[in-house]
Nanobody, 116 residues
Framework: VQLQASGGGLVQAGGSLRLACAASGNFFTFTTMGWYRQAPGKLRELVAAVVSDGSTNYADSVKGRFTISRDNAKNTVSLQMNSLKPEDTAVYYC???????????WGQGTQVTVSS
């Protein structure tokens, strides 16, 4: 199973970016998909997650600015990031959890840099 992330880049504060992640090689629907991020010198933190039934969860720091969505049929998860702040600068990792196997899968990171 592979998760391929894309969409990172450099943007000015107040701008927007959209991250996308596509899963392949899985013959199941991920129970939960989402995004973590890790800034230099900091621990990896959960940004947003979406369950297969559509329910979502966000870090307090991104509520109202980021929106997560998924397409179960296409095995994709996306993160629309608006009103970006310099503190959003980090490497963003997509992930998927499948409860049937108690297994978590990670994609490669994609760099998001927000300049002030």
């Amino acid at each position: 199973v592979q998760l391929q992330a894309s969409g990172g880049g450099l943007v000015q504060a107040g701008g927007s970016l959209r991250l996308a992640c596509a899963a392949s090689g899985n013959f199941f629907t991920f129970t939960t998909m989402g995004w973590y991020r890790q800034a230099p010198g900091k621990l990896r933190e959960l940004v947003a997650a979406v369950v297969s039934d559509g329910s979502t969860n966000y870090a307090d720091s991104v509520k109202g600015r980021f929106t997560i969505s998924r397409d179960n049929a296409k095995n994709t998860v996306s993160l629309q990031m608006n009103s970006l702040k310099p503190e959003d600068t980090a490497v963003y990792y997509c992930w998927g959890y499948y409860h049937g196997a108690l297994q978590t899968y990670w994609g490669q990171g994609t760099q998001v840099t927000v300049s002030s």
